[in-house]
């Protein structure tokens, strides 16, 4: 039933501003998209179908994929606000740069701040073509953010901004890392930061010199403040607060020559509440990991690690109630081998337990997760939910000693396997998603470890060095294959998928009470008997999960729904999935090699640049210090969002991120696109060049004149159109536009 009908001229009704008035249109992965009412008609609503009427063009149907509508009323000459948001316990808004101001103030209200309060001025930091503001350690609630600009060194307050209220959502603290322990790192339970935590932040100008005031005293440069805690005499909670990207050599030194930074306590378990975490979405390290020992209570979150040297985090020995959340892990450092993609993304062993990694990205990894040695001296209890296993080859996780729980997590295209168990340890797989992985689960030396998706035994295909078994219970996983590879045997089964066929156990000549991958259970709160055994070891499983002593409180999703959950908005990896996207096609689900696109993507990455108008430094209670300092700035930037590009009369672009070569010219007719009329072009000459790379897949539109037919070339594939437009989709990567046929250029988008 359609149940209404917005005219906008009636709606919004400041008129001195309605050129700039605005509705937002969020989807549900996502994205948004702004309208100017001045350019709508009407917007009709009929039940989960919404229709976007523009004056003129084409009109836009959203079909049940809306999550939020908001109208934004921006007074003309203010700060113009284009993407506002909530996340998780952060929130974020980006504007327009304002001509005339030195800088921005931002404010916000809402939650458990009941007055305008203003931010740190580190979180506000200006790109090339706008500017951002983060905050974070907020509590669930709803918030809004005011803007001001700094003018000849005063606020302006008539030309600020606020944004529309923003919800903000707290994160799941759910796991063994939060079982009988409360406040993982430098933050409490709701969000906000401990009493009297500092706060650090980081970046590359100052890494070697930024300096914190601790309780034992005055540190400098970010491995000396992290080595103070390892005398432990540090009261104060500490979080590190990254800001862009840091790499290799930028530091003042490193604890771990292996690892990199290193993060240890004075002795086993020692409690350290810190946390490391990224602001926005493009804080990333290069170059180097972490390694944590003797820690208590450390949390890593919303954090980029790529090209690290070993491991990208290394939970070694003797850690408790450690959360790493919402992590994106790419290529470590290249070498020989199975080593090609590095070695470790997320590690956890020698008695690290009480451990949950939730909402992490792993991107192509060789070797995604090692869970446990052989030198633990107990189950230790390990927790891995809502992550996503993005076309990474194997050790999801490969579990020695260990009881784990695995649930929610997406196995997206492993060529290799899902969950393998060894070595006596406990694996409860829980309501996860399996996309074409070749073997969701396996257990050392039996079933299709040895066999191999065939009837033929052989040793050779062992893929546990030959370590005995362990045990794993299934219950509600989804395990879905389009590509005839994937294999999987339970426990007593008569009928085994195997290589993408059902076919009997009889056929095969299996005995699965011996030859089996896991033991499917009935309902979640079966206990696992003890006839059913690992046929090397002889291994029991010891139903930790169905303990009420050891077991934690969660509600897992249905197995059919953590594909969109994962990959969604507040799903893994970091603020809006990060800076730098690449989406895998379906042929790669079986390819262990290196992914040469996503590797140059990685290696020429730079991150986005920034200025930002304070001194990163340190702060004590709740980071509202204020400072000043500038950022260096990097022209070679990638494009990650949406954008246009027009050129002036000499050929000179609008918009930084594209290097272009050529003439341009304001006497070869118009172009009109989206209802504006363009006047001046590029000139399509043998020596003109259009740069650029993206970093995720986005629609490049190429406007032509009006009495044009659209010709280029792109990296060196001629494309020819019946009208002056020309759309193409394209992936991640560098391009150069070249001429093909005479013609004028007069704008670029991407989106």
Known sequence: MKYSYILFSTLLVSQSALSQNEVNITLQNGKIDNFQTANLNSIEFNQDQITVNPINGNTITYDGNVSQIKFKKIAEGNITISEAKGWLESAYAEWAIMKGAESYNVYIKGGNINEYKQIDNELVRQYTDYVRADVVGLQAGDYQLRIVPVINGKEVENKASETDVLTVKGYTRSGFAHLNYSGVGAYKDDGTLKENAVVVYVNANNAKTVTANLSSGTFTGLQSILSALEKGNVTNPVAIRIIGCIKDGQLDSYG???????????????????TIEGIGEDATIKGFGFLVRNSKSVEFRNLGIMRQMDDGISLDTNNSNIWVHHIDVFYGKSGSGDHAKGDGSIDV???????????????????????????????NYITYHHNWFDHSDSR??????????MWNNYFDGNSKYGVGVTTGSDAFVEANYFRNCKFPMLTSLQGNDVYDGSSSYKLDNATFSNETGGSIKSYGNKIVCTNNTVSYWPYGASTLLTKGKEVTAESLNIDTKTNFDAYEASSRDEKVPDIVKALSGEDTYNNFDTDTSLMYSYTPNAAEDVPSIVTGYYGAGRLNHGDLQYT???????????????????????????????QPSAN????????????????????????????DKTGVPSNPLFTVI?????????????GTTYSTCLKMEGSTSIKFTTTKEMELTLVFGDNETASFKLNGTSYTGNTSIY???ISPD??????????????????
């Open 256 to 274: 771990s020559s292996e690892e990199g930074v290193q993060i240890k306590g004075k002795k086993a378990n020692s409690e350290l509440n810190l």
């Open 349 to 379: 062993k020698s008695d690290s337990k009480y451990v949950t990694i939730d909402n992490c990205h792993f991107w192509d990894s060789g070797k995604s997760s090692m869970c446990g040695m052989k030198s633990e001296t107990g189950p």
């Open 396 to 405: 999801h996780a490969r579990i020695r000693t260990m009881s784990v729980h």
């Open 584 to 614: 895998f096609s379906d042929s790669e689900d079986t390819s262990s090699d290196v992914n040469t696109s996503l590797a140059n993507l990685i290696d020429n990455y730079t991150g986005l640049s920034a200025n930002s108008d304070q």
């Open 620 to 647: 004590t209670q709740d980071g509202d210090s204020t400072s000043n300092d500038q950022t260096d700035q990097d022209t070679n930037q990638a494009i990650t969002k949406s954008l246009i590009c027009s050129f």
């Open 662 to 674: 050529g003439n341009g010219s304001n006497s070869k007719g118009t172009a009109t696109y989206n």
């Open 727 to 729: 759309k193409i989709t």
């Open 734 to 751: 560098s391009y150069e536009i070249k001429k093909k046929d005479s013609r004028n250029l007069f704008l670029i988008t991407l989106e």
